[in-house]
């Protein structure tokens, strides 16, 4: 009878020979191959990482299929069109585009790029052209299909995925729990009893995420952690002359709060002169309305439904005596809030210590910090240190 064993001992057996004589011509050669060089990232010179959010909610094990929504953004003035590119490999359906400002559907075209009929791409047509100042915005819901992805392991299913993106959010079926993750992640429950992982990659740079999950008789209750990294808040400070104790503030937010006005949250612990609001969906200026501490804008298109949100700039000067020139040193010494805050130093002052984790880069001749808040707490306190060149 066929014995599988003996044939692969038999086959070990016949190894043998050949993997001593290797280890043997191993001995004998001490000089290693050498590592290929490896290739430098470009200097850092963007104030903020990637803007989008994406979520990808996987849906029915077996189906290799997960459900997207993105929030892209379009910056440059002028502009009538986003693009989005289908990931090659990845087979797109069941495309909707809507405009974040009214909740309404946008045309868009979806269609082959290039010579590889494996890529495609949305091409959405916004409400308006981008205005001088502002920013234009789609919201996008599309489903992949990915086998090479999304696949069953007996009855586990396996999601793997080179994200590159920022602001991150992965949704489970119903009825699976996490067996495994490799990405450090906020875990929440969801109203429907569904499973999120909600995340940042602060690189902006390709991330391999592997998730492994199995099936579950676990009855999840709702858990009302807010997706911390579903908000896109980012302040940005750029310090004046020390001695002066003068910070230029800019903060970009949406706001989702149904009703016919938005409410500047921020101004609780910005307490800035010279306040300018801008709609970034207009460029246009909006007039703020004090009541004690609190403040808000009126909105042009109340939010009514969850698909519409405000998209606002707030501006203006902060006076801030931790803001300070110490014994030769800079030094800025303050409470930060929400997720992404850059502090930009004045022309001719290095960076010489800062308390929390943080990238350094450098725009237009001046270091900036960039920080990211990966805790779930709101606000968090800030030391940088810089030194004026001679």
Excluded: C
Aim: charge should be neutral; proline fraction near 7%; avoid cysteine.
């Amino acid at each position: 009878m066929y014995s599988p064993t003996r044939r692969t001992a038999a086959s070990a057996l016949l190894l043998v020979p050949g993997w001593l004589a290797g280890q043997q011509r191993g001995a004998n050669n001490a000089a290693a191959a050498p590592e290929p060089p490896l290739l430098p990232a470009q200097p850092l010179t963007r104030f903020f990482t990637q803007d989008p959010y994406t979520e990808y909610a996987l849906l029915d094990p077996g189906s290799a299929q997960f459900r997207i929504r993105y929030l892209p953004e379009q910056p440059r003035a002028g502009s009538t069109e986003l693009v989005n590119a289908t990931r090659g490999g990845s087979e797109g359906s069941d495309i909707q585009v809507y405009d974040p400002r009214t909740g309404k559907p946008l045309e868009f075209t979806y269609q082959q790029q290039g010579a590889d009929p494996e890529n495609h791409a949305i091409r959405a047509t916004l409400a308006a052209p981008v205005p001088e100042g502002g920013i234009g915005r789609v919201l996008i819901y599309k489903t992949y299909k990915d086998p090479r992805t999304y696949m069953m392991r007996g009855d586990d299913i396996v999601w793997v995925r080179s994200l590159a993106g920022y602001r991150l959010g992965v949704i489970l079926p119903k009825g699976y729990a996490f067996a495994s993750s490799n990405v450090a992640a906020q875990l929440t429950t969801l109203p429907d009893g569904r499973l999120k992982l909600a995340f940042a990659n602060p690189s902006g740079q390709s991330n391999p995420v592997t998730i492994h999950a199995r099936k579950t008789t676990a009855a999840f209750a709702p858990v009302p952690y807010e997706d911390m990294f579903f908000d896109d808040v980012k302040t940005l400070y750029t310090l004046g002359d020390p001695d002066t104790h003068t910070i230029e503030v800019e903060q970009i937010y949406s706001d989702y709060r149904k009703g016919s006005r938005a409410r500047l949250d921020s101004l609780q612990y910005l307490a800035l002169e010279d306040l300018k609001v801008t709609d970034l969906d207009t460029a246009r200026v909006l007039e703020a309305t004090r009541q004690g501490p609190n403040a808000s804008v009126p909105l042009e298109v109340p939010i009514a439904d969850d698909k519409q949100s405000a998209h606002l700039k707030i501006t203006g000067t902060l006076k801030d005596a931790a803001y300070r020139a110490d014994k030769g040193d800079l030094v800025f010494d303050r409470t930060l809030h929400g997720l992404r805050n850059t502090v930009v130093l004045p022309a001719g002052w290095e960076v010489s210590a800062v308390s929390q984790s943080a990238t350094i880069g450098t725009n237009q001749g001046r270091a900036f910090v960039a920080l990211i808040n990966l805790n779930s707490e709101n606000q968090y306190r800030v030391a940088i240190h810089a030194r004026k060149k001679a």
